[in-house]
């Protein structure tokens, strides 16, 4: 049959409800003329009826074979066959919208220099029209990298190439500076462009801009800010909608502000916007932190109830807020509950689950879960590493801490400034000098930088051990903190 053909069947039925399907020809009606069966099934009183299948292949999306496009690039560029090679080959088929792809895929393996080299291609191409959108595409793609550099840049070459700026390229560029580590500095520049917006019309804040800034002043805990900011959206055209008021509720929540969180509740339903799993888990986030366990329960009914299903940090908020609160037995019932309704733990679920036993102090049952991470064969996170470094640290066991701490970097497991900051912290609060200079060469050795507090609470901590000379080694590092701090 050709390709593009349709096939037939004959259905017959003796009513609405019945309909056996008959496929002539068959050994009973083989060589039987057409016209005489019909008749036999007229005499029947059979009604019948031709339905056609279509045997043609379904045409495969656009979206899809962009994506082939794009995949068949990435699997076959190297040092060798450059990225540019390969597009001046495709090039009859490459067009924007391979682009962009391009550009997150790229991202996505650090690759962001290569976008550039895109972008470059791209402009030389006879159908490439210079827009704001290719142009918000790679501001936010730099500014997802920590490029904030470029992302000016960017901008600086969208105006020269003669695109005006519209709100997107903004929005763009508000959420590179946001992904820069100085957040203060980050959050002051947000403002700055946030009024400059205002002032020009094709730039005007929309819904996108107001709920990028919230999201950053809530995760700063800057109430007043998020306050500010959901002032001036109730004064201007711009329309809330459920990112908004999720954005205002995490500020409040996070700072314990029970009341003003359960207010944009009520805010909510008066404009007609339901909650989705963000808002659940935000209430019972707030609720567990202030270990108001009934309201979070009720909140986690309201969940099961509604169309939403809960997601991992439901369950791993409820973990640790119950543990927090010493309350081993919910805290494990609700792990049971998640695995019955056929969640897989994540190694930040299991992580929640060292951090509850600490609190429990159930370091055995801790130490359990933690050999079974490493026995999974899974690369072992740096933040496993620190949680059950903390299961040590909080329960007075300092030298099993050490031992945990030296077979981890023997293991190929690399600290952070955090594991670091946490032994530290634990061997300073018991007089530890020896474990102290052990960890300061840790620190030397993998050329972990501490910041200024961290230096500030160094010299108070090594007050006492600066008159005992007979370590040199703690002398030396006495005397570098000091002239760090001075330089800072």
Not at 67 to 89: G, H, M, T, W
Not at 302 to 331: Q, V, W
Not at 336 to 359: A, H, N, R, V, W
Request: hydrophobic share 35%; with cysteine; glycine share 4%.
């Amino acid at each position: 049959m050709p390709p593009n053909s349709s096939s037939c069947s004959l259905q017959l039925s003796s009513g609405p409800c019945f309909a056996p399907k008959i496929t002539p020809p068959t050994s009973q009606n083989h060589g039987i003329p057409r016209q005489c069966l019909v008749q036999g099934l007229q005499r029947k009183r059979l009604s019948w009826r031709i339905v056609c299948v279509s045997t043609r292949p379904k045409r495969k999306s656009k979206s899809s074979e962009t994506q082939e496009l794009v995949n068949l690039l990435l699997r076959n560029f190297d040092d060798k066959r450059p990225i540019v090679s390969l597009l001046n080959k495709y090039v009859k088929f490459v067009r924007t919208e391979h682009c962009f792809l391009l550009f997150e895929e790229l991202a996505k393996s650090d690759k962001w220099l290569l976008c550039l080299e895109v972008f470059r291609w791209m402009q030389k191409q006879r159908w490439y029209i210079a827009d704001n959108g290719v142009y918000s595409k790679l501001i936010s793609v730099m500014g997802k990298k920590g490029q904030t550099r470029m992302a000016m840049w960017l901008f600086s070459e969208m105006r020269n190439s003669g695109c005006r700026p519209d709100t997107s390229v903004y929005n763009a560029l508000i959420t590179a500076h946001l992904h820069t580590r100085d957040k203060s500095r980050a959050l002051s520049k947000a403002l700055v462009y946030f009024d400059k917006m205002k002032g020009m019309e094709r730039c005007r804040p929309n819904i996108v801009t107001y709920n990028i800034l919230l999201r950053a002043f809530a995760q700063a805990r800057n109430v007043n800010q998020v306050d500010a900011l959901f002032k001036d959206l109730k004064e201007s055209i711009v329309a809330p909608d459920i990112l908004t008021f999720n954005g205002v509720m995490d500020a409040y929540g996070k700072n314990g502000m029970i009341k003003e969180m359960e207010s944009i509740i009520s805010l909510m339903k008066s404009n007609h916007c339901k909650p989705d799993i963000i808002t659940f888990n935000s209430l019972i986030d707030a609720y567990g932190r202030k270990q108001e366990f009934d309201k979070m329960e009720q909140v986690f009914k309201s969940l099961l109830r509604s169309k939403e299903k809960p997601t991992l940090p439901t369950f791993n908020s409820m973990i640790t807020n119950y543990g927090k609160a010493r309350l081993r037995e919910k805290a494990e019932h609700v792990f049971q509950k998640m695995t019955d309704m056929g969640y897989t733990p994540s190694f930040i679920t299991y992580e929640c689950l060292l951090t509850m036993y600490g609190f429990c102090d159930c370091v055995s049952r801790a130490r359990e879960i933690f050999d079974g991470m490493l026995a999974s064969g899974k690369e072992m996170k740096v933040s496993s590493l620190n949680a059950m470094l903390d299961v040590y640290c909080m329960n007075g066991l300092p030298k099993e801490a050490d031992q945990l701490f030296e077979s981890a970097c023997k293991a190929g497991v690399s600290p952070d400034s955090s594991t670091y900051k946490l032994l530290y912290k634990t061997y300073t609060k018991g007089n530890m000098k020896e474990l102290l200079q052990k960890v300061l060469m840790h620190m030397d050795k993998d050329g972990i930088i501490p910041n200024k507090r961290f230096f500030v609470d160094a010299l108070g901590a090594f007050g006492s051990l600066a008159a005992n000379r007979e370590s040199s080694g703690v002398q030396h590092h006495l005397t570098r903190l000091q002239d760090t701090t001075a330089k800072a």
